[in-house]
């Protein structure tokens, strides 16, 4: 049987929501993490539990055929591999940040000084396209001290919420790049494996669907139902059913919970009543 093997962060911030997304998908994993590898009882594949950071060079030896690692860490030390669906979560930047005191008035600032980063070739390519040669200084991690303790002028890191850089007296400056989960292929993947892999995203693709949509239901009066109806584009279009009480009808059909808070106004403007909201569990189109 061809089982895909596929790596997943061993702790972490995306240990969790990786397999929490697999679980969605409908796929069992039999053991915990303690055993870094586990099997799952009812698909063909294997999770083995890597360190993220480590994940692009066993991409790219083949040793695993898929993974969920971070975007960012494709860009610093795997480009040559391919991402087949960004997965929606661990959303986070890769930011330059300096001293809320330093006078800051674009990147030619940092020509020359000494940056502390763990993520050396996102920075130097970042500041060659712009001209700056910079000094930099590979640390794997508590980055954010480093211009306190009089190791750096300027510090290359994840953002996120941005309150590790507040704490450390320090204010982002430029955003270098745009980052979540990704499900990330091998190029060495063999083509038995790869229809395994292509089942496996069919899934992931159903439960993130679902994850961003809502299913909706609403009365309307019948005299507003043309107006409502072009407020909510459905998956073909909403279902109209005739409610007990004359003259109205209820509403359902699915929509982007951003779209929902969009309307959501209009739709209570055109008479719109007894709005419910329900959670989707897969959404196969
Ligand atoms: N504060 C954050 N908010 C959102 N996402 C984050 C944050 N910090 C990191 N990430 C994302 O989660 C990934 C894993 O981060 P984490 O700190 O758990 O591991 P790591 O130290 O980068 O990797 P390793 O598994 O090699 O130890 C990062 O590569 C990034 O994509
Ligand atoms: O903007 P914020 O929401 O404060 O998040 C950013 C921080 O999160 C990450 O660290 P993490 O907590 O993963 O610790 P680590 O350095 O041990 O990986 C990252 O390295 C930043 O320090
Ligand atoms: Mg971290």
């Known amino acids: 049987m061809n089982r895909i093997r596929i790596a997943v962060q061993k702790s972490g911030r995306l240990h969790d929501d990786s397999l929490k997304l697999l679980k969605d998908a409908g796929i069992s994993i039999d053991n915990g993490r303690e055993q870094l590898k586990a099997t799952s009882g009812n698909f063909p594949l294997e999770v083995f539990y890597l360190r993220n950071g480590d994940i692009p060079q066993y991409l790219r030896d083949g040793v695993v055929d898929a993974a969920i690692i971070g975007e960012n860490v494709l860009v610093e030390k795997g480009e040559d591999i391919i991402v087949a669906e960004k997965l929606g979560f661990s959303k986070c930047r890769?930011?330059?940040?300096?001293?809320?005191?330093?006078?800051?008035?674009?990147?030619?600032?940092?020509?020359?000084?000494?940056?502390?980063?763990?993520?050396?070739?996102?920075?130097?390519?970042?500041?060659?396209?712009?001209?700056?040669?910079?000094?930099?200084?590979?640390?794997?991690?508590?980055?954010?001290?480093?211009?306190?303790?009089?190791?750096?002028?300027?510090?290359?890191?994840?953002?996120?919420?941005?309150?590790?850089?507040?704490?450390?007296?320090?204010?982002?400056?430029?955003?270098?790049?745009?980052?979540?989960?990704?499900?990330?292929?091998?190029?060495?993947?063999?083509?038995?494996?790869?229809?395994?892999?292509?089942?496996?995203?069919?899934?992931?693709?159903?439960?993130?669907?679902?994850?961003?949509?809502?299913?909706?239901?609403?009365?309307?009066?019948?005299?507003?139902?043309?107006?409502?109806?072009?407020?909510?584009?459905?998956?073909?279009?909403?279902?109209?059913?005739?409610?007990?009480?004359?003259g109205w009808s209820s509403l359902h059909t699915v929509i982007s919970e951003e779209r929902f808070w969009e309307v959501i106004d209009e739709l209570k403007q055109n008479g719109a009543e007894g709005i419910l909201v329900a959670p989707i569990e897969k959404m196969v189109l």
């Open 94 to 246: 890769v930011s330059l940040a300096v001293p809320k005191s330093a006078k800051y008035s674009g990147v030619e600032d940092l020509q020359g000084a000494r940056i502390a980063t763990s993520y050396p070739n996102t920075v130097r390519d970042y500041l060659s396209k712009k001209g700056v040669t910079a000094d930099l200084h590979i640390i794997n991690g508590s980055v954010e001290i480093a211009p306190n303790i009089g190791l750096a002028d300027a510090i290359c890191d994840i953002v996120s919420s941005g309150s590790t850089l507040f704490k450390n007296n320090l204010k982002e400056v430029e955003v270098m790049l745009k980052s979540e989960a990704v499900l990330a292929v091998s190029p060495e993947i063999s083509s038995e494996r790869k229809e395994v892999l292509e089942k496996l995203q069919f899934r992931i693709k159903a439960v993130l669907r679902a994850r961003s949509s809502k299913y909706i239901l609403m009365n309307v009066p019948n005299s507003k139902l043309d107006a409502v109806v072009k407020l909510l584009p459905g998956m073909r279009s909403p279902t109209v059913l005739p409610l007990a009480e004359e």
